[in-house]
């Protein structure tokens, strides 16, 4: 266990065509986002099932959609952490990139990351449960604090997945090729208890990729992993950046 990249994993991400970066909540701690798990997480508050399913939503969608504007407004005051920039410099020195993000807040597009996989959606879209359009906060009818749809008065819900949902198939096919194709994986700031996202990391290192784990503290993959890296993903990504930038510079 290290707080450092180990020169193996320097040399690999040097010399790698493709690597795919997995985030997870912890990746937006450092920017004031709280994760769901863990002693100060969203989960330790309130009850996923009374606020993260289509159940809670039918039954109750106005306490659901108070909820969603009170983390939306959490999520506008924030900007990007070090972390998520760094990984924008790491897509600039690698041919083939991606971000497989679980995290709704937008914060790697935010940053400039370019090619980002949304698995859980984006907290910044809504959509019609009748009739799947699209939604903007303008557009909307409120009736009793719910929005409804301009077009077909159905309600509008945010466009994240909840617990029993299924993830957005083109999201989930983009992620497995991603994660698939990757010769380095690296798996940041999450808990990996989620699935079928958790099921990535393990998936890549079938693959063939060398596996990486950035997190504050240990979680069911680190024994699986090949290196472990703990620490904040706000500081242990960017060091990661500079070391491959000095190598990069011994080099030329
Ligand atoms: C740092 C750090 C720093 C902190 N630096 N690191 C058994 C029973 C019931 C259900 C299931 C079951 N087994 C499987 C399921 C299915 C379920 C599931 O996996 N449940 C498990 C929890 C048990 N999955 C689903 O339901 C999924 N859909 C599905 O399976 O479809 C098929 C199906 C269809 C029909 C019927 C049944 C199945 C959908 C999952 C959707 C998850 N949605 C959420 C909410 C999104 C919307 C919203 O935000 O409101 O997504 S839940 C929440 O968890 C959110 C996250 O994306 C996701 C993952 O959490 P994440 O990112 O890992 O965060 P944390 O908090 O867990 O971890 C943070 C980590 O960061 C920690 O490790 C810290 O140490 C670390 N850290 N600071 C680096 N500075
Ligand atoms: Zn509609």
Redesign the pocket.
């Known amino acids: 266990m290290s707080a450092r990249p180990s020169a193996e994993l320097l040399r690999r991400l040097s010399r790698v065509q493709c690597v795919t970066v997995f985030?997870?909540?912890?990746?937006s701690?450092?920017s004031g986002v709280p994760?769901?798990?863990?002693k100060e997480?969203?989960?330790s508050k309130f009850r996923?099932e009374e606020?993260?399913t289509m159940d809670a939503f039918l039954r109750n969608p106005k306490l659901v959609w108070e909820?969603?504007a009170h983390?939306r407004s959490i999520i506008a005051d924030v900007q990007p952490n070090a972390?998520h920039r760094a990984l924008v410099e790491l897509e600039q020195m690698t041919k083939e990139f991606a971000v497989v993000t679980?995290?709704?807040d937008n914060l790697h597009r935010r940053a400039g990351s370019k090619t980002v996989i949304e698995?859980?959606?984006n907290?910044e879209r809504n959509y019609c449960l009748d009739c799947s359009r699209p939604h903007t906060g303008g557009e909307v009818v409120l009736e009793e604090g719910v929005p409804h749809c301009q077009r077909c008065g159905g309600r509008v819900r945010?466009d994240?997945?909840?617990?029993?949902?299924?993830?957005p198939e083109e999201e989930w096919e983009a992620a497995v090729r991603a994660t698939t194709a990757a010769e380095v994986f690296l798996s940041?700031?999450?808990?990996?208890?989620?699935?079928?996202?958790?099921s990535l990391p393990l998936m890549a290192k079938r693959s063939g990729a060398y596996l990486v784990e950035?997190?504050?503290?240990p979680?069911p993959m680190t024994a699986s992993v090949d290196e472990y890296l703990e620490?904040?993903?706000?500081?242990?990504l960017p060091q990661l950046v500079e070391a491959l930038r000095l190598k990069a510079g011994r080099r030329s």
């Open positions: 985030t997870g909540a912890g990746m701690v450092e994760t769901f798990r863990g997480g969203i989960w996923p606020l993260a909820w969603y983390r972390g679980q995290n709704i698995l859980h959606g907290i945010p994240v997945v909840w617990f029993g949902e299924m993830l940041v700031g999450t808990s990996g208890v989620v699935y079928p996202a958790a950035v997190n504050t503290e979680t620490g904040r993903s706000g500081e242990i």
